[in-house]
């Protein structure tokens, strides 16, 4: 299988994998930043607001960092909040470890880490972060401010990525160890919901081989407990109230979740992914107005000449970000006019978002057919 690898520092070459020179490049930094007297401390980060594979990168990252070299200080933290009902459950029955950006402080010789993401979506808060090493899957590269590592094996998921470097390593799980088994189920819950159970179309054989390498490992009762999460009763009634006003042309469907928290936010990708399951549906765009100061929009689709994450860059615009893989993505851009949360009137505010919700539901027409 001819998958293409990035493995470079400044000019980010593409290598066949039978030849795993990436992961010999992997090793060769690795090595010679901590095999040393006197290490420097591992940072690891991700995008904000993280998913399962961003959580289950980050916990088989800083596994696979323990095994390899015992004596150096690993340390992770996340953007944002762990908002979904899945990602809450997932973080609270495995217990990753990781701590809230805003407990962050930079040392001088951190070697930085990134994962399922590229630097330009990295969640860092205030931070300025320089990495030293990045781990994705998605269709990004790194821009050109960036002079680390780069390892894309062009995998469903960054879960199975870093499965894949913890296999090339010569590593094993063990049924004995409760750690072990929370990474493996980790890294499972992660290749899962990227791939919708490994039957979307970006799905390569290094999820399968983790799903056949790590299913004994796997603690089934926690598995099951995150598969069937429970799903808030704000959710369901908001996304009720929102599927009245849903419109559908020529299959797309379009959806506005109105104003709501940062805290729930994750119910915008959660609709795109109920929508695109819909009758005469075959791109979904689901969008919110979040803090009342920006739209933040998720993009499903199942049209082989979509391409989401241009289609999401657009959506963007020059002032937000907005990127994905095949077939999924998302955008977001700051508000014009300034934020929402200062009008205290509920009812202008719900015809402020009137406004909004036309408007963008315009532009997204424009955009995806154009």
């Known amino acids: ?3 293409d690898v990035a493995s470079s520092t400044n000019n980010l070459l593409f290598e066949d994998t039978i030849k795993p020179t990436y992961y010999k490049n992997f090793r060769e930094l690795l090595d010679k930043t901590f095999n040393v007297e006197n290490p420097p401390r591992m940072v690891v980060l991700t995008h904000s607001y993280p998913d399962p594979d961003a959580l289950g990168s980050i916990m088989s990252f800083e596994w696979l960092m323990r095994k ?18 899945q990602n809450i459950a997932m973080f609270n029955l495995l217990d990753p470890n990781t701590l809230s950006i805003k407990d962050y402080t930079s040392k ?19 931070n300025t972060v320089n990495f030293n090493l990045v781990i994705d899957h998605h269709k990004e590269i790194p821009n050109g401010g960036f002079n680390g590592l780069f390892i894309n094996l062009k995998a469903g998921s960054c879960c199975a990525t870093v499965y894949n470097l913890i296999k090339l390593s010569g590593l094993t799980f063990s049924d004995d160890v409760d750690f072990d088994s929370k990474v493996a189920t980790a890294i499972l819950i992660g290749v899962s919901t990227d791939t919708e159970n490994q039957m979307s179309d970006d799905s390569t054989q290094y999820e399968f081989e983790a799903w056949g390498d790590l299913f004994e490992f796997r603690n089934p009762v926690v598995l099951k407990k995150i598969v069937n999460f429970e799903r808030p009763k704000f959710w369901i009634e908001h996304k009720a109230a929102a599927v009245e006003n849903a419109e559908i042309s020529e299959g797309l469907g379009i959806v506005g979740l109105g104003i709501i928290p940062a805290k729930h936010r994750d ?3 959660d609709m795109a992914v109920n929508m695109i399951s819909w009758e005469d549906v075959n791109t979904a765009v689901a969008f919110a107005i979040v803090d009342g100061d920006k739209i933040v929009g998720c993009v499903r689709s199942r049209n082989a000449s979509v391409m989401v994450p241009s289609l999401c860059k657009e959506l963007a615009g020059k002032h937000g970000c907005g990127g994905g893989k095949l077939g999924s993505g998302s955008y977001n851009y700051p508000l014009a006019g300034g934020s929402l949360e200062e009008e205290d009137d509920d009812k202008v505010k719900e015809e402020m978002w009137k406004v909004h919700n036309l408007k963008e539901k315009s532009r997204i027409i424009r955009v995806v057919k154009k």
């Open 267 to 269: 119910m915008i990708a």
């Open 108 to 126: 001088s010789n951190d070697f930085n880490v990134l994962v399922d993401t590229v630097p330009v979506n990295a969640g860092v808060g205030n």
């Open 68 to 85: 390899l070299y015992p004596k150096i200080e690993v340390i992770s933290y996340f953007d944002g909040a762990i908002s979904h009902p």
């Open 1 to 3: 299988m001819d998958d």
